[in-house]
């Protein structure tokens, strides 16, 4: 019986690597046997051993390191890297099948010569026992988890998390205290973040606001825009590191001193692992997802792996997959729908949290200035339904009397596991291209 094929071997092991119930699943029937060549084989022993000794998953850098001069098993890696995030339920329903099948043409050997040496009876009890044990089989065995039995072997996965520092480095966070304190330190990698605005109320200045607060705490991540040059967002980013208009900026009237104080603080930062890399999708035409995933691809080759991603915002992106979308309202649901659930794949696929927003539809003046009203889910007319693949939607609101003194209440209207539906209301400080005052927030507004 012919192994299973390497592009299936491929996808297996990147979602082995990425989630520890389908590793687990996986170790008691995937053989050597199974697999298409050698190199295959040490990645797999590898993987398994660590898993084994340590409950925790190995990483692709740490397979690197220990065969860095196996040219063969470096490509096996390039592969897995490269390789797409498949559906866990396909990849685990395709093993089971494969397993049931080498059960079968096992026992149908064993079969045969059973019958040629006329030892009929056991050749049917065989038979029999490979019927019952093909239909019992499921792949799943190891899988599902129950919650009594195995609450001892959590509790000592959190204390290893914890003693380790992982549970730190699990979220992002966005910078804005409130915020931060609901979430319990921010956005889940794997997870989506959506913010919903008026035009010119500040979703651009919050998606960088959010790239400055995770690369000063040692995150590595992505900024993508498709509105505006390269220039003209490297330029409003280097007006947030540096707390300075961005005319002086943009006119390089900024002094020695403020330079010197920068060089140092980006110093500290890099030293930290923190960093943000910038693109723009300068026409319009091109900014597909397909074109976003590659770009996380190629600077994940270069520099490692990634934290977060900006997407600078979401109705300018295409899915990328090839249809093509009318103009009519359905059309145009579907499109941005698909890109939503794109957004996620990517997220869940390179483990990192995902910051974008989207434009609300039209609110008449009256209700924008009416300090009790917030915009909602509903605030997006009929493309409500893109929220659903979101983890955190939230909504920001101001008045012309709020905007006069550079106030916005944020609106958490989905917060995943948190309490939804509080608000939070933040000083900001635009002629700086700082969408959150930290400071002025902290102490007008939540001083203990």
């Known amino acids: 019986m012919e192994g299973l094929n390497e592009n299936y071997i491929i996808e297996l092991f990147k979602m082995c690597l990425r989630n520890r119930r389908v590793l687990e699943a996986s170790i008691p029937h995937i053989k050597n046997s199974f697999l298409p060549n050698e190199e295959t084989k040490q990645v797999w022993e590898l993987m398994k051993t660590y898993y084994n000794a340590t409950s925790k998953l190995i990483t692709l850098g740490m397979i690197s390191q220990e065969y860095s001069q196996d040219l063969k098993v470096l490509k096996v890696v390039s592969n897995i890297k490269d390789a797409q995030l498949p559906d866990k339920e396909s990849v685990l329903s395709q ?8 059960i079968f043409h096992e026992a149908y050997d064993q079969l045969s010569d059973l019958y040629n040496q006329g030892q009929k009876q056991k050749a049917y009890e065989l038979m029999k026992d490979t019927a019952e044990k093909i239909g019992d089989f499921s792949i799943k065995e190891k899988y599902f988890t129950n919650l009594y039995g195995k609450f001892q072997e959590r509790h000592r996965e959190r204390i290893q998390r914890k003693e380790s520092g992982e ?4 979220k992002i966070p966005t910078g804005i205290d409130e915020f931060d304190k609901i979430t319990r330190g921010g956005v889940n990698k794997g997870d989506t973040l959506l913010a919903l605005a008026q035009s010119g109320v500040g979703k651009t200045k919050f998606l960088r606001s959010v790239g400055l607060a995770a690369s000063r705490r040692g995150f590595k991540g ?36 403020i330079i010197d104080k920068i060089k140092i603080a ?7 692992g923190g960093e943000v890399f910038i693109e723009a999708f300068e026409q319009f035409d091109t900014a597909t997802i397909s074109d976003v995933r590659n770009l996380i691809l190629e600077i994940e080759k270069i520099h490692g ?12 992106f295409d899915p990328g997959d090839g249809k093509r979308y009318g103009t009519s309202n359905d059309q145009e649901r ?21 910051f974008t927003a989207t434009q609300a539809s039209t609110v008449s003046p009256e209700l924008l200035n009416d300090p009790e009203f917030f915009q909602t889910r509903y605030n997006i007319s009929e493309f409500k339904g893109v929220i659903k693949p979101f983890s955190y939607f939230i909504t ?3 008045t012309k009397d709020e905007n006069e003194i550079s106030m916005m209440r944020i609106y958490m209207d989905k917060v995943r596991k948190y309490a939804g539906g509080q608000i939070i209301k933040i000083y900001q400080r635009y002629d700086r291209e ?13 001083q203990p």
């Not at 549970?167 to 699990?170: A, F, H, K, S, T």
């Not at 957004?343 to 483990?351: C, P, Q, R, S």
């Open 305 to 316: 792996k990634l934290s977060f991603l900006c997407l600078d915002y979401l109705e300018l």
């Open 396 to 398: 920001f609101n101001k």
């Open 266 to 272: 980006a110093r500290n930062i890099t030293l930290k």
């Open 222 to 257: 992505l900024h993508i825009s498709a509105e505006g040059t390269l220039q003209e967002n490297l330029d409003a980013y280097d007006a947030g590191v540096s707390g300075q208009k961005l005319r002086d900026i943009e006119g390089a009237n900024i002094s020695q001193e």
């Open 434 to 446: 700082r969408f959150y005052d930290r400071k002025k927030t902290i102490n007008t507004l939540y």
């Open 334 to 354: 579907k499109r941005r729908e698909s890109v939503s659930n794109k957004l996620k794949n990517i997220a869940v696929e390179f483990n990192m949290a995902v």
């Open 95 to 102: 093993l089971e099948n494969f397993v049931k099948s080498s």
């Open 167 to 170: 549970m730190l480095g699990e």
